[in-house]
């Protein structure tokens, strides 16, 4: 038997706002009536983004889904009367074997969102519980130190492979070997971009050439800190980014018109998704683990925080940050990973100079 894609599976689908009961559907758009915010007569979404709507459309879906299938969802009564302790520790279950914990943490934290936003006048302190509880296991479980390489090592594997890519014979997905050792390369050089901006640079308007330079501007609704941005793209890319446009885009996409800059295989653009398993298998293929893109930003401001720590003042513009805990909080989590680092090898060392003599002769003799 064929196995189902979670997108494919009716027990994991995402409904969409036409398929929520009437009762979801109408709370779901109050959240976007205009009106005064000062005032209390703007829904209480309205500020949300393009891509955090649907991050929320998408999480609140899949909790109907759940409600619907596992025959709990009462269509008369209020979208949050459906939200109880009952309810969503059985969700929680569902959820946590069919996908990681890192992603239970996201469901319920979009639930929660969705939840306060209908309903604010409602306690929802259970429900912020069990998602900061969430977020601590998931943290716990991702281990996301181990994967973490210095800025410069990832930069060195990207220039490398795209000269190897440039100076070897023709070859098939030459193309998009080339095109993700670029999107690597630009990302940890300019890892301020979260990857929904990686994903809609658009040549012209976000990517702009300025004096045989490249720059990368984004204005302030589409930031997470809701500030503009100009981020200079170093000079020693200018070449890649040139060839890319000139010679290897044209390729990818085979006659298909776009002014988004990073184009598939089959000529369309890259979706979130297609950037994020590109740079991942990329990574992989390169260091052994993958480095997802939203930790390019945790590698740059970790070297920072460990070769020159008297600048780590610029970690909070690289990360977006507006709160200094948050860079605080990263520059302790840095230090800490510099101190096991040392310990590990410093126990090698200590272990080399107990070693008896003779021992490696003996071992080499077995």
Sequence with gaps: MTQLLPHEDPLRRCLKVHEWPEADQSAWEKLFEPGDILEGTAGLGQHWCEDTREKYRKGYGRWLTFLITSGQCEVNHAPEDRV?????????????????????????????AVCKAMAPAADWSWLNRAVRRLEAQGRASKDKHSRLRPAAEISHWAYGELDRTLKAPPARHAETKFRDALLVGILIACPTMRLGNLTKIKIGQHLIKLKGRYELRFQGFEMKARKPIEIPVPESLTAYINHYIEQVRPILLDGNDSDRLWITQYGKPMTDKAIHAAISKATERAFGRAINPHLFRDCAVTSVAIEDPKHIGIAAPIL???DPRTTEK?????????????????????????????????????
């Design 320 to 322: 977006g940050h507006t």
């Design 330 to 366: 990263h520059y302790i989590q840095a230090q800490q990973l510099h101190a096991c680092r040392t310990l590990v090898r410093s126990l090698k060392d200590l272990r080399a100079q107990l070693q008896p003599a003779g021992a490696n002769a003996k071992r080499r003799k077995h």
């Design 84 to 112: 109880t302790l009952e309810a969503v520790s059985a969700y929680i279950g569902q959820l946590s074997e069919e996908v990681a914990s890192w992603t239970v943490w996201g469901r319920l934290s979009e639930l929660l």
